[in-house]
């Protein structure tokens, strides 16, 4: 067995888990609404039962530690943390602030109720983020408090951005920037930020993201299966920008195949192979996600050396062939820390 860094599943939406092989929607928004009904169905009590199950299919390929961008209430952010424990998974909530558009179990009247809330569950011992939902669910007057009120407390702040070229077209529409300028306007960039997707983010928008120091979750299964596009990676690299993985919608679970799609973006973006190196990439894969949901200490993942995936791989390759070509399978979870 060869002990390294348990991987970071730093961007989870766990009950849409349910949605797996239905093949919902002709777009993202058509799937979206198909989410939206899904997600008014469930009870705190499936919740909590659901998300176990989840929560032990990212331990066992190799997830230690989860970011839950939580959505449903606080009831439901409290089953979630919950069943993160009896998973035995270490947990942030991402407690998302929603307080337009969506569905009414998503939103908050106000920032004050939503800081309310999230009060109370740093009260409770959760381990929480501030999240914003995004731009089209947090107008700017909210983004602005919402920043303020995470670098106050010195909190991890994430938000989803640029996924899709409507969403661009709206904030545009609306505050005449996109939307990575916008939470650059509003105080949401610093280094404790980390920006969902970033998918269609230009140049302009990159260089914000570096110059705050701020973090991108890549979630490439997710990106393709709801067909959001490929985040820049060659210029996100160039830029030095932090990188973390998500599972998102959990369409699949496996930590190393999101680090193998985003550096086959890479390589299919430039025609050159080796645009991410392999400890770059398992970086992202482990100590990025955690700085990113504000985790000092995760558990550790062990590799089966002896997997059949890896039989004949000499002792010096063996990191390049986890990544390029195994599967969550090889890995195992070791005591908790």
């Known amino acids: 067995m060869l002990t390294i860094p348990g991987f970071v599943d730093a961007h989870c939406h766990a009950f849409q888990r349910a949605l797996r092989g239905r093949g919902l929607g ?4 058509a799937w979206r609404d198909e989410m939206i009904a899904l997600a008014e169905s469930l009870t705190v009590e499936e919740i909590r039962r659901e998300y176990v199950e989840v929560y032990r299919e990212l331990r066992a390929n190799g997830y230690t530690a989860v970011g839950e961008f939580h959505y449903l209430g606080p009831a439901e952010a409290r ?3 919950e069943a993160a424990g009896e998973a035995g998974i270490a947990f942030t909530c991402l407690y998302a602030c929603y307080l337009r ?15 309310g809330e999230l009060e109370e569950l740093r009260s409770a011992g959760v381990h929480v983020g501030v999240a914003p ?13 919402l920043g303020r009120y995470a670098a106050e407390h010195e909190l991890p702040l994430h938000v989803h951005a640029d996924e899709q070229p409507r969403e661009l077209d709206e904030c545009v529409a609306e505050y005449g920037v996109r939307p990575i300028d916008l939470l650059a306007r509003e105080g949401c960039l610093g280094e404790r930020t980390t920006v969902i997707h970033a998918t269609h983010a230009d140049g302009a928008e990159l260089d914000l993201l570096r110059d705050a120091g701020a973090r991108i979750c890549v979630c490439p299964t997710t990106e393709a299966n709801l067909g959001d596009g490929f985040l820049p990676v060659a210029r996100v690299m160039h830029r030095g920008i932090g990188l973390c993985i998500g599972s998102d919608s959990n369409v699949r679970i496996d930590p190393l195949e999101e680090l193998r799609e985003l550096e086959g973006i890479g390589r299919r973006q430039t025609g050159t192979r080796g645009v991410i190196p392999v400890d770059s990439l398992l970086r992202f894969g482990s100590t990025e996600g955690a700085a990113a949901i504000g985790l000092d200490a995760w558990p550790d993942a ?17 990191y390049e062939a986890l990544v390029f070509s195994c599967s969550g399978d090889v890995l195992r979870k070791t005591s908790d820390q």
């Open 133 to 145: 939902h995004s731009v089209r669910a947090c107008p700017a007057e909210a983004l602005r408090e």
């Open 302 to 318: 062990t590799v089966d050396l002896e997997h059949p995936q890896l039989r004949a791989v000499e002792e010096g390759a063996v």
């Open 79 to 81: 089953a979630a943390a």
């Open 26 to 29: 002709a777009d993202f928004w």
């Open 101 to 115: 558009g969506g569905s009414p179990r998503f939103r908050q009247e106000s920032v004050a109720q939503y800081l």
